[in-house]
T-cell receptor, first 114, second 114 residues
Framework: KNQVEQSPQSLIILEGKNCTLQ??????????LRWYKQDTGRGPVSLTI?????NTKSNGRYTATLDADTKQSSLHITASQLSDSASYIC?????????????FGRGTSLIVHP | DAGITQSPRHKVTETGTPVTLRCHQT?????MYWYRQDPGHGLRLIHY???????DKGEVSDGYSVSRSKTEDFLLTLESATSSQTSVYFC?????????????FGQGTRLTVV
């Protein structure tokens, strides 16, 4: 069964500090991996998308990395801001017969304190 | 924000009653999805559609049905609501499957079955 595990479950940091969130997956055949940000009471919003051949992708202060050999990804947030407080969700897609079958992690809840 | 609207945003219903949630998009995207989000679980796919009148089941489809008679509308029906279907429901849209293009999520519908 496809699985996506995220760590830590929750994280508290001070404004201005950096942090790294982890995602391990057992999804096969692998298609792509995405990181989403979900603010409280809202739907998720895509931050980055990476395919098998990509090992890093940035979106402003967010940088995602992918190691397809070890099936691990990380999301690094630089110089955190209060608005970064949210849940960050790792999503891995496979392509079983061409259909869209995503597997979502449970998310990491990030709280940024002033 | 992508043109995707869910209605209603909040609903309380009684056990055993049918409930229909609506997802409306103005982006003309081919693919539409219904997810549920519960504490301790990642987002789970209920059903998805890859065109008008073309739908398929996700991992948690029991007790749910869907219909798509127009490109812009995707309806989720709980045939006989149960307390286990109390959840936050999200609709999403995308231009292509497999995560190769960004999926846009609606604001969510909070459903309580009493």
């Amino acid at each position: 069964k496809n699985q996506v595990e995220q760590s830590p479950q929750s994280l508290i940091i001070l404004e201005g500090k950096n942090c790294t969130l982890q995602c391990n997956y057992t999804v096969s055949p692998f298609s792509n991996l995405r990181w989403y940000k979900q603010d409280t009471g809202r739907g998720p919003v895509s931050l980055t998308i990476m395919t098998f051949s990509e090992n890093t992708k940035s979106n402003g202060r967010y940088t995602a990395t992918l190691d397809a050999d070890t099936k691990q990804s990380s999301l690094h947030i630089t110089a955190s801001q209060l608005s970064d407080s949210a849940s960050y969700i790792c999503v891995v897609s496979d392509e079983a017969g061409g259909s869209y079958i995503p597997t979502f992690g449970r998310g990491t809840s990030l709280i940024v304190h002033p | 924000d992508a043109g995707i609207t869910q209605s209603p945003r909040h609903k309380v219903t009684e056990t055993g009653t049918p409930v229909t949630l609506r997802c409306h998009q103005t982006e003309n995207h081919r693919y539409m999805y219904w997810y549920r989000q519960d504490p301790g679980h990642g987002l789970r796919l209920i059903h998805y559609s890859y065109g008008v009148k073309d739908t398929d089941k996700g991992e948690v489809s029991d007790g749910y049905s869907v219909s798509r008679s127009k490109t812009e509308d995707f309806l989720l029906t709980l045939e006989s609501a149960t307390s286990s279907q109390t959840s936050v429901y999200f609709c999403a849209i995308s231009e292509s499957p497999g995560g190769h293009t960004e999926a846009f999520f609606g604001q969510g519908t909070r459903l309580t079955v009493v």
